[in-house]
């Protein structure tokens, strides 16, 4: 008798704002399960052949924009992976859409004050770089937050041990993939 095929394990998108936890945790939830893991943002720079404030500096937000939907679209596999995506994807119109039809979504937060935090010593932040960063979060997130929580389940990375975040995520994850 022959045993049914197995079904593929759906993505998992971690959708949010940087500084969220959206790499770290992801990485860690990979490992724990077993998936691939992908961040969209480095996938994008190995395409480009340039990091991403380069490609905002030279063609613009809105060409790296293009790529990321590109990559949504067809630049990583169909299952099996936990993917980290750039903090702006899902607030682009049908993004958060495409991403629940071909996986789970989660959206990470946190606070402006803890985002500064995690995200002062990376220079690779593009929309930071002004002279009130704290400000911007705060002006980007009021921005974004409708999106995020729109996008899918919401978890808070504030003032918690990442492996509880991780614990909660594998948890839902399990849950939703047998659904």
Excluded: W
Excluded at 59 to 68: P, S, T
Excluded at 99 to 108: K, T
Excluded at 141 to 157: D, H, K, Q
């Amino acid at each position: 008798m022959s045993r049914p095929a197995k079904t593929p394990r759906p993505n998992l998108y971690l959708v949010g704002f940087m500084g969220t936890g959206k790499t770290t945790v992801g990485r860690a939830l990979a490992r724990r399960l077993r998936l691939k893991f992908i961040d969209s943002d480095h996938v994008i720079e190995e395409q480009a052949g340039k990091p991403i404030p380069q490609i905002f500096a030279e063609e613009g937000e809105a060409h790296f924009r293009a790529l990321e939907k590109a990559f949504v679209e067809s630049g990583h596999p169909a299952c099996g992976c936990i993917v980290a995506c750039g903090g702006g994807l899902v607030t682009q119109p049908g993004m958060a859409e495409a991403l629940r039809e071909r996986g789970i979504v989660v959206s990470l937060f946190a606070s402006p004050a803890t985002i500064l935090k995690r995200t002062s010593s990376n220079s690779n932040r593009p929309l930071l770089n002004v002279p009130d960063p704290e400000g911007r979060i705060r002006e980007l997130l009021a921005e974004r937050e409708p999106a995020y929580l729109r996008a899918g389940m919401s978890i808070y990375t504030d003032e918690r041990p990442m492996s509880d975040v991780v614990s909660h995520l594998e948890r839902f994850y399990r849950r939703e993939a047998r659904a």
